[in-house]
């Protein structure tokens, strides 16, 4: 198979870009050609599929080519052709041979790849003793000559924060064990890196806290959704009256991202106030990183079973495709983010971001607002942090919300902040930001 990949790699009918041109490779998880979904993927799967066009055409405008290093999925060639990109499908999850198939494709590419870049997150490569090899995988890399670099996508400090979401909840000795070896992990990580960067400044600290060692910061990018659409239209469709006041909370569901939580917000809100304006959209499907596990069967059953208590006011969809995304954020009068630990950029902020669409965040996801150029933004509209931050207590988001129903003016602010922010963040600023990473 390795001869196979570095054939097709080398004879490469496209552009200037691809005959002659040095190689930027790039190791993540990938949708499909034909369907986009990451339903059966992960979330940096589609975070890699948004970045890519941007981060290609940057590569080709100084005579690189981007290639895409990932799992192979039924009924995908080994190799494909993107927009500005080559995809080649070489490993498997859930086995520590996939860094050897990886290194084995990277061999027979070896004299033409000038740079790697790894985007990693728990689980991506698989279960704990493959996700534990990862910074073994860095440094062979490294004795091969190469510098990777590495997007870590979430940082850990106190798994006690996520144990619900993992299954530890009721495991505390191996809580306690896996929580001492989060400090070595990550510093072997960032040590057998060539550079690291994080989403936020938030992320960014807790890592220089867990390893001393140097990390850099490009913001998750905005834009892959060029606008909502036609709000009445989407309002028909999914059901939302002209006097209800729709909340949006969108993304995989999980414990840590207060799924089950909004919902019981919601329910609590709707029995104590059965005439409320308030709707909830929890628009989102299972992790396909947890799904099937029982801990996580279990949540999400306890959670259909709350909303099923109000079904004229909490709908949980299921998972929602790329093309219906604007639709929902164009229904919805907010993007609610009620997580309760942050350890991780939100890609559904993001979203909410690139559509302008106005935000509440619970306190956790508060340090995500500290940022240089969300004070620049907040310093050109007229509210503060606080009014896009509620916190996790009974009847603190319906009490924000049923505020904000009657404060049009505030929840057009709170979209313009929104925009300028998701502006700032645009993929073509980020994939130049990864070009000056990979120094190419």
Request: glycine share 8%; charged share 20%; net charge neutral.
């Amino acid at each position: 198979m390795r001869d196979r990949l570095a054939e097709a790699v080398v004879q490469s009918p496209q552009d200037g870009a691809s005959n002659g041109a040095a190689d930027v490779v790039l190791i993540s998880t990938f949708p499909r050609r034909s369907d986009r979904g990451i339903e059966d993927l992960d979330a940096v799967a589609s975070y890699v599929d948004h970045l890519a066009p941007s981060l290609g055409a940057e590569l080709a405008g100084v005579g690189r080519r981007l290639i895409i290093v990932a799992p192979q999925l039924p009924g995908e060639p080994l190799v494909g052709e993107e927009t500005a990109v080559r995809v080649m499908r070489c490993w498997a999850k859930n086995t520590p041979w996939c860094y050897v198939r990886i290194l084995r494709a990277l061999l027979g590419n070896r004299r033409r790849t000038v740079a790697i870049l790894i985007q990693f997150e728990f689980n991506m490569f698989g279960g704990a003793a493959t996700t534990g090899l990862f910074p073994v995988f860095l440094v062979a890399l490294r004795c091969f000559g190469w510098k990777p670099c590495v997007m870590v996508h979430q940082v850990v400090e106190d798994l006690t924060s996520i144990a619900t979401h993992i299954g530890l909840a009721d495991h505390p000795m191996r809580r306690a064990f896996l929580n001492r070896l989060l400090r070595p992990y990550y510093w072997m990580l960032v040590s057998g890196a060539h550079r690291v960067v994080v989403h936020e400044d938030a992320l960014k600290a807790r890592l220089d806290h867990l390893t001393g060692r140097p990390v850099g910061i490009i913001p998750h990018g905005c834009g892959e959704f060029a606008a909502c659409g036609d709000r009445l239209e989407a309002r028909r469709r999914l059901g939302f009256g002209s006097g209800e006041f729709a909340l949006l909370c969108f993304g995989f569901l999980a414990h840590y991202k207060g799924s089950d939580w909004i919902v019981h917000e919601l329910v609590e809100h709707v029995m104590g106030t059965p005439g409320t304006p308030l709707r909830l959209l929890l628009a989102g499907g299972e992790s396909p990183n947890h799904r099937g596990k029982p801990h996580y069967a279990s949540f999400v059953k306890a959670l259909r079973e709350e909303a099923a208590k109000c079904p004229d006011h909490v709908q949980v969809t299921g998972f929602v495709a790329d093309e219906q995304v604007p639709a929902y954020f164009a229904a919805a009068d907010l993007a609610v983010f009620p997580y309760r630990t942050q350890m991780a950029a939100s890609g559904p902020l993001a979203i909410a971001l690139s559509l302008g669409v106005a935000f509440l965040v619970s306190e956790a996801l508060r340090p995500a607002l500290q940022t240089t150029d969300f004070a620049e933004a907040f310093n050109q509209v007229t509210i503060v942090d606080s009014d896009v931050v509620f916190a996790l207590q009974p009847g603190a988001l319906a009490s924000k919300a049923l505020a904000l129903c009657e404060s049009r003016d505030t929840v057009e602010t709170m979209g313009h902040l929104a925009r300028i922010v998701g502006e700032s963040r645009n993929w073509s600023r980020v994939a130049r930001d990864y070009r000056e990473l990979l120094m190419v």
